[in-house]
C-alpha cells in the first residue's frame, strides 16, 4: 500500500470499526442518506435486477443544492428504515454488490474529517454506539496520534483550516492551534472540577471575543499565557466557590430547549425513552409548580447523579475533547468565537440534564449503559440536526441569555 498522506487521529479511533447487527441502534434509521455522484452512476449501471429495481425506486436525484457529495440521496420508507436494511439490520448492496458499491456517506460514517494546515484529521461522531464506548469510556484523557495512512483513501472532507492563509493574519485563525491546545489542556485538568474548567474556559473565550471585536486578536497568544499562569496558580478556585447555582433557571431553559426538538418531530425511539426517563426522574407534571420540579431535580442530582459522575467525570471529559477536536472549535461553526463555546456548553448542559432526570429514574442502578444511550441518541437527534443547532444559538440571542452570566447558570449545579 503506497502510504503518502498523514493524518491527526484520536487514539480511540484505532480500534474503531463496524459492529454491524450487533448494534443496539443502526445508522440506517432515522435519517436521510446522501449518495455521491460516483456511486449514483454506479447504481444506475446495476445489472442485479433485485438492486437495480430497488435502485430505481429508492434512490433520487437531488434537483436542487446538488454537489459531488450530495448529488442524490435515499428515499427512507415511512418507519425511516433505509430499504437496502434486511430484518437483520445488514445492508443488501454491501451484501450483494460489494463495499465498493457503498456511497461515501455509507462508507465512511461515523468517521469525520476535516483538514487543518492541509493533514487530514479524523474522529468519530457521538451517534454511533459503539464510538461512544470507545471514546468516551476510557477513564484516561484522551490522546492522538499522526498516522499515515493510503493517499487514494477517500475522504469526504467537513471543514477547512489554513492558519497560513494571508486571509486569516488578522483572524483567530491565525491562532488555531495555540488555541486548541490551550482548550484541550484545561479540559482535561483534573485539578479543577470539569464545571470548574467550563467555566474558566468561557472567561478566557469572553474576553478573547472582546479583543477580536477592538481589533487586538494579536493578544490572543498573550492571553493564553496569563490564563494558563493562573491556572496553574490556583488563582480561579476562590472566585469559581462564590459563582452561585440557579438550577431552577437552568433546568427551565434547557428543558424549553429538549422541548422544541421533541415539539420539532423526531421518531428515535432511543431518544424519546430517554427524555421520558428524564420527565419522571424530575416528577414533571401539568399540575406541579416550577419549584417542585425543581427540588425533585436538585435531589435526583444530589441522591444519584453526583455521586456516580465524581467517579465517572471523565466520560464527559471526553465527550468535550471529542467535540473540540471534531468541530475545529472554536474558529468552525457560528460567526464569533464566543458563540462556538456558547455552543458547546449548550451542548453539554443539555446532556447533564438529561442524565440527571434519568439518574433519579434508576436511582443506585444509574450506570454506564444509561449514558452511553443517552449521548448516542441525544447526538443523532441534535447535533446532526442543522435547523435545531441554528434554533438554540438563535434562542440564546433572542432571549438575551448568549452571555457568561448565564453560561455559568447552565454549567454549574
Same mark, same amino acid.
Not at 191 to 198: G, K, P, S, V
Given at each position: 500500500?503506497?502510504?503518502?498522506?498523514?493524518?491527526?487521529?484520536?487514539?480511540?479511533?484505532?480500534?474503531?470499526?463496524?459492529?454491524?447487527?450487533?448494534?443496539?441502534?443502526?445508522?440506517?434509521?432515522?435519517?436521510?442518506?446522501?449518495?455521491?455522484?460516483?456511486?449514483?452512476?454506479?447504481?444506475?449501471?446495476?445489472?442485479?435486477?433485485?438492486?437495480?429495481?430497488?435502485?430505481?425506486?429508492?434512490?433520487?436525484?437531488?434537483?436542487?443544492?446538488?454537489?459531488?457529495?450530495?448529488?442524490?440521496?435515499?428515499?427512507?420508507?415511512?418507519?425511516?428504515?433505509?430499504?437496502?436494511?434486511?430484518?437483520?439490520?445488514?445492508?443488501?448492496?454491501?451484501?450483494?454488490?460489494?463495499?465498493?458499491?457503498?456511497?461515501?456517506?455509507?462508507?465512511?460514517?461515523?468517521?469525520?474529517?476535516?483538514?487543518?494546515?492541509?493533514?487530514?484529521?479524523?474522529?468519530?461522531?457521538?451517534?454511533?454506539?459503539?464510538?461512544?464506548?470507545?471514546?468516551?469510556?476510557?477513564?484516561?484523557?484522551?490522546?492522538?496520534?499522526?498516522?499515515?495512512?493510503?493517499?487514494?483513501?477517500?475522504?469526504?472532507?467537513?471543514?477547512?483550516?489554513?492558519?497560513?492563509?494571508?486571509?486569516?493574519?488578522?483572524?483567530?485563525?491565525?491562532?488555531?492551534?495555540?488555541?486548541?491546545?490551550?482548550?484541550?489542556?484545561?479540559?482535561?485538568?483534573?485539578?479543577?472540577?470539569?464545571?470548574?474548567?467550563?467555566?474558566?474556559?468561557?472567561?478566557?473565550?469572553?474576553?478573547?471575543?472582546?479583543?477580536?471585536?477592538?481589533?487586538?486578536?494579536?493578544?490572543?497568544?498573550?492571553?493564553?499565557?496569563?490564563?494558563?499562569?493562573?491556572?496553574?496558580?490556583?488563582?480561579?478556585?476562590?472566585?469559581?466557590?462564590?459563582?452561585?447555582?440557579?438550577?431552577?433557571?437552568?433546568?427551565?431553559?434547557?428543558? @424549553?430547549?429538549?422541548?422544541?426538538? /421533541?415539539?420539532?418531530?423526531? +421518531?428515535?425511539?432511543?431518544?424519546? *425513552?430517554? &427524555?421520558?426517563?428524564? !420527565?419522571?426522574?424530575?416528577?414533571?407534571?401539568?399540575?406541579?409548580?416550577?419549584?417542585?420540579?425543581?427540588?425533585?431535580?436538585?435531589?435526583?442530582?444530589?441522591?444519584?447523579?453526583?455521586?456516580?459522575?465524581?467517579?465517572?467525570?471523565?466520560?464527559?471529559?471526553?465527550?468535550?475533547?471529542?467535540?473540540?477536536?471534531?468541530?475545529?472549535?472554536?474558529?468552525?461553526?457560528?460567526?464569533?468565537?464566543?458563540?462556538?463555546?456558547?455552543?458547546?456548553?449548550?451542548?453539554?448542559?443539555?446532556?447533564?440534564?438529561?442524565?440527571?432526570?434519568?439518574?433519579?429514574?434508576?436511582?443506585?442502578?444509574?450506570?454506564? @449503559?444509561?449514558?452511553?444511550?443517552? /449521548?448516542?441518541?441525544?447526538? +443523532?437527534?441534535?447535533?446532526?440536526? *442543522?435547523? &435545531?443547532?441554528?434554533? !438554540?444559538?438563535?434562542?440564546?440571542?433572542?432571549?438575551?441569555?448568549?452571555?457568561?452570566?448565564?453560561?455559568?447558570?447552565?454549567?454549574?449545579?
Amino acid at each position: 500500500m503506497n502510504k503518502e498522506k498523514k493524518m491527526l487521529v484520536p487514539q480511540y479511533m484505532h480500534e474503531f470499526k463496524c459492529i454491524g447487527s450487533n448494534c443496539e441502534d443502526s445508522c440506517c434509521i432515522g435519517w436521510r442518506i446522501s449518495i455521491d455522484k460516483n456511486t449514483y452512476t454506479k447504481y444506475r449501471k446495476c445489472k442485479n435486477k433485485e438492486l437495480k429495481e430497488l435502485f430505481d425506486k429508492s434512490v433520487k436525484r437531488n434537483r436542487s443544492n446538488s454537489s459531488e457529495y450530495n448529488y442524490a440521496k435515499i428515499k427512507i420508507n415511512n418507519d425511516e428504515f433505509c430499504p437496502f436494511l434486511t430484518e437483520e439490520k445488514l445492508c443488501r448492496i454491501h451484501s450483494g454488490l460489494g463495499e465498493e458499491y457503498l456511497s461515501v456517506t455509507c462508507t465512511t460514517y461515523p468517521r469525520m474529517t476535516n483538514v487543518v494546515n492541509g493533514v487530514l484529521e479524523k474522529s468519530a461522531t457521538m451517534s454511533c454506539p459503539e464510538a461512544v464506548r470507545l471514546a468516551l469510556l476510557n477513564p484516561e484523557p484522551m490522546q492522538f496520534d499522526y498516522i499515515e495512512v493510503d493517499k487514494n483513501t477517500e475522504n469526504k472532507i467537513g471543514n477547512n483550516v489554513n492558519t497560513h492563509q494571508i486571509s486569516a493574519a488578522n483572524k483567530p485563525e491565525k491562532y488555531f492551534w495555540e488555541l486548541r491546545i490551550f482548550t484541550i489542556q484545561l479540559l482535561q485538568n483534573r485539578d479543577y472540577e470539569l464545571w470548574e474548567r467550563l467555566i474558566i474556559l468561557g472567561m478566557f473565550y469572553e474576553k478573547l471575543n472582546k479583543y477580536i471585536k477592538e481589533g487586538k486578536v494579536n493578544e490572543t497568544l498573550n492571553l493564553i499565557a496569563g490564563y494558563t499562569k493562573n491556572i496553574e496558580q490556583g488563582i480561579f478556585h476562590e472566585y469559581l466557590n462564590e459563582i452561585p447555582s440557579y438550577k431552577t433557571v437552568q433546568m427551565m431553559i434547557l428543558k @424549553e430547549l429538549a422541548d422544541e426538538r /421533541i415539539l420539532g418531530g423526531t +421518531k428515535n425511539q432511543r431518544y424519546l *425513552k430517554c &427524555f421520558v426517563e428524564f !420527565m419522571k426522574g424530575i416528577e414533571f407534571t401539568v399540575e406541579a409548580t416550577k419549584e417542585e420540579i425543581s427540588e425533585h431535580y436538585e435531589k435526583a442530582y444530589i441522591d444519584y447523579y453526583k455521586p456516580y459522575m465524581e467517579k465517572h467525570e471523565y466520560i464527559l471529559e471526553n465527550y468535550l475533547v471529542n467535540y473540540v477536536f471534531k468541530n475545529l472549535f472554536p474558529v468552525k461553526g457560528e460567526k464569533e468565537i464566543f458563540d462556538n463555546y456558547m455552543m458547546l456548553v449548550i451542548h453539554y448542559s443539555m446532556i447533564k440534564m438529561h442524565l440527571i432526570g434519568m439518574a433519579g429514574v434508576h436511582k443506585e442502578k444509574f450506570c454506564i @449503559e444509561h449514558i452511553v444511550k443517552l /449521548i448516542q441518541s441525544f447526538s +443523532k437527534v441534535v447535533e446532526h440536526n *442543522k435547523m &435545531f443547532l441554528k434554533y !438554540m444559538h438563535d434562542t440564546l440571542k433572542k432571549n438575551e441569555i448568549a452571555n457568561m452570566a448565564y453560561m455559568a447558570i447552565l454549567i454549574k449545579n
